[in-house]
Structure formats: C-alpha cells, structure tokens
C-alpha cells in the first residue's frame, strides 16, 4: 500500500471562525474585523451577539460565557443542534487555543517568501 501525499493548498480560506464565548467554531464570520468593527453575528450555540450584547450591553466575553454556563450552556439558536454537539467540547477547545496561544510567543503570521 503506498501512502499518496495530500496536495498543499495554501489559498485555503478559513470560511468559519469560533466564537470566542462558547467554542462554537461555526460562525459565520470573524467576531471582529480587522478593524474592530463587530460582525453583528448572533451565535448560535451561546446567543453573544457581537456588537450588541457586548457594544450596547456592555458584557465582555467571560462575563457572558459564566452566566451561559450557569445556565446550563444550552443551545440558543432555532437551527437544529449540530450532530455530536457537546459544550464541554467546545469549551475545553476554547480553553485551549487561549493556553497554546499563551505559550508560542510567535507572531501569528510568518512571510518567508523566497524570491
Ligand atoms: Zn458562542
């Protein structure tokens, strides 16, 4: 049996982005732009919405993200809960990205272009 390398795509656009209160790695659209302007977005496993509950409610994320574990992190949204859906899952995701992102000290984007 011989293995077949994947082909390296490096155009790959990430098409979802994870909400930064539950985990859920689904949204639509990044939080934030790059320039701060809120997405407007409601999550659909926690309901946050960016730039209103926030913005106009003044409720940061880890506020938000307490009271929504309090409460028994339900799924907010009308959509039909994703298959295999766990919030504990997502949670402990979340909880890990921020950890890895703390240890590498690196910038987030390296251009090594060879011209
Ligand atoms: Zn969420």
């Known amino acids: 049996m011989s293995r077949k390398t994947p082909k390296k795509t490096t155009t790959m656009k990430e098409s979802t982005s994870t909400c930064p209160v539950c985990g859920y790695a ?23 919405q960016f730039g209103v509950t926030d913005d106009d409610h003044g409720i940061g994320y880890d506020e938000y993200r307490q009271g929504w574990i309090k409460d028994g992190m339900p799924w907010t949204s009308k959509q039909k809960t ?34």
Do not use: D, H
């Open 26 to 48: 689904q949204l639509e659209e990044p939080p934030r732009n790059r320039t701060g302007g809120a997405s407007m977005e409601i999550c659909a496993c926690c309901g946050f």
């Open 82 to 115: 994703p298959k295999n859906w766990s919030p504990q899952t997502q949670l402990a995701g979340l909880a890990l990205s921020a950890t890895l992102k703390r240890v590498k000290g690196r910038p987030p984007r390296m251009s090594v272009q060879m011209a």
